[in-house]
């Protein structure tokens, strides 16, 4: 039987020892916590935000855009373009209208129909019109219209923009019904929206050729005397 001294200091160690515990558990989460801050302020990602008010169907410039950090976990952070992305959307056109310090989502920009400040325009005809389908985005082609009683070109050597996916895959050949999109002029467009209306439409790929120097061929062949004097 221990003696009341020896009791005593059981109980002692005894609560010492659980002191010692709520102690050390206190410091680990306090530790934990710490961690956990931490870690939550380099979890950051580089972000574009507007720098400048920037209105709807405006073209964007760099002194428009700046980089901020905002934290990794916000719930729209994955939406928001990354700083590494910033100068490529210099030259892009606002969906919308954009106010200072406003994050740029993927959807406010969008390419410009053409860095030569020309139109884009889709016009649809067979492949069979357009070189079998053969031709590629950068390629120049000429726009001929033939109709019932002329035959004409109403554009040259004007850029190809796009292309459907088909045409990299070679399946362009089965599509009886085909797109491609031109990047052309105010008179341009018009002249080859009538042509689509009026006539059949040919593209010829005109990389390298010479200027045109025939662009009307009349059909009846006494209305071709009187046009050439």
């Known amino acids: ?5 020896e009791r005593v200091g059981v109980g002692m160690r005894g609560r010492f020892g659980t ?3 709520i102690a050390v558990a206190a410091g680990l989460v306090a530790a934990l916590l710490l961690l956990s801050w931490t870690r939550s ?15 709807v169907g405006a073209t964007v410039g760099a002194a428009d855009l700046r980089r901020v950090e905002i934290p990794a976990a916000a719930s729209i952070a ?14 892009q ?3 919308r209208s954009i106010l ?8 406010d920009l969008r390419l410009a129909a053409s860095n030569t400040g020309l139109r884009a325009m889709s016009i649809s005809l067979p492949p069979s019109n357009a070189v079998g389908g053969d031709l590629a985005v950068g390629d120049l082609v000429d726009v001929l219209v033939v109709s019932d009683d002329t035959s004409r070109f109403v554009a040259e050597q004007v850029p190809v923009l796009d292309l459907p996916a088909q045409v990299t895959t070679g399946l362009v050949a089965s599509a009886s019904t085909w797109w491609v999109t031109l990047g052309v002029e105010g008179v341009e467009a018009l002249e ?7 006539g059949t439409i040919y593209l010829l790929r005109s990389n390298g050729s010479p200027a045109l120097t025939e662009l009307q061929l009349v059909a009846d062949p006494v209305e071709a005397v009187e046009a050439g004097g």
Request: no cysteine; proline share 4%.
């Open 93 to 95: 056109v606002s969906t």
């Open 41 to 55: 302020q380099d979890q950051v990602l580089s972000v574009v935000v507007a720098a400048n008010e920037i209105g």
């Open 192 to 198: 080859i929206a009538d042509g689509v209306e009026r």
């Open 1 to 5: 039987m221990r003696s009341a001294s």
């Open 19 to 21: 002191a010692h515990l």
């Open 78 to 91: 994955t939406s928001i373009v990354p700083g590494v992305e910033l100068e490529s959307l210099v030259g």
């Open 100 to 107: 200072v310090d406003e994050p740029i989502l993927r959807s």
